[in-house]
């Protein structure tokens, strides 16, 4: 089975902190993702990565930067965390063209 | 005009009775889609790929595409309680490195 694995499910943090969000997969993908999901917004796309070291900014991309050193890793960080990035963020993989997995979800609040 | 869009309902059935969910997509060359169930504060989970016009069946879920109408549902058979949950519609982007997600069909399937 897919496994994606994300380091935190629930994670506060105060106005002005650099928060970083880690996503391993264990299934050798190329590509990764990383989105966040608000009521009535749907899914967001923030960054997304399809090599080592490679990535592409998604439709959201202001106030947050990733970092991908190895094949299975891929972190999200804000760099100065505000309450508007308060949301739930989601790290998918996938091989390339096809379907995507996704992590069980950091919910982060920002206070 | 959205790359993918759901009716968000809520679309309420009975038990045992079959939902029906739609998804409408704009790019004409897509060639694979996806159907996602999240269950309320879960991460998303994939649940049926189709890749050519007709009918895929999977247990008591059935995929329906036409590329011709740019039109691809989900048919539930036997709806459960358990089957209660947003469904996303999910279309790869023309270099499949993206994903366009739709914002998700509300389904309660009452006992």
């Known amino acids: 089975d897919v496994k994606v694995t994300q380091s935190s499910r629930y994670l506060v943090k105060r106005t002005g902190e650099k928060v970083f969000l880690e996503c391993v997969q264990d299934m050798d993908h190329e590509n990764m993702f990383w989105y966040r999901q608000d009521p009535g917004l749907g899914l967001r796309l923030i960054y997304f990565s399809y090599d080592v070291k490679m990535k592409e900014k998604g439709d959201i991309p202001e106030g947050y930067s990733v970092s991908r050193e190895k094949k299975e890793r891929f972190s999200l960080i804000l760099e100065s965390a505000s309450t508007n990035q308060t949301s739930m963020y989601l790290c998918a993989s996938s091989p390339l063209g096809y379907e995507q997995y996704f992590g069980p979800g950091t919910r982060l609040t920002v206070t | 005009q959205k790359e993918v869009e759901q009716n968000s309902g809520p679309l309420s059935v009975p038990e045992g009775a079959i939902a029906s969910l739609n998804c409408t997509y704009s790019?004409?060359?897509?060639?694979?889609f996806f159907w996602y169930r999240q269950y309320s504060g879960k991460s998303p989970e994939l649940i049926m790929s189709?890749?050519?016009?007709g009918d895929k069946e999977d247990g008591r879920f059935t995929a329906q595409l036409n590329k011709a109408s740019q039109y691809v549902s989900l048919l539930i058979r036997d709806s459960q309680p358990s089957d209660s949950a947003t469904y996303l519609c999910a279309v790869p982007f023309y270099n499949f490195n993206k994903f366009y997600f739709g914002s998700g069909t509300k389904l309660n399937v009452k006992p």
């Open positions: 189709i890749y050519s016009n």
């Open positions: 790019d004409r060359v897509s060639q694979s």
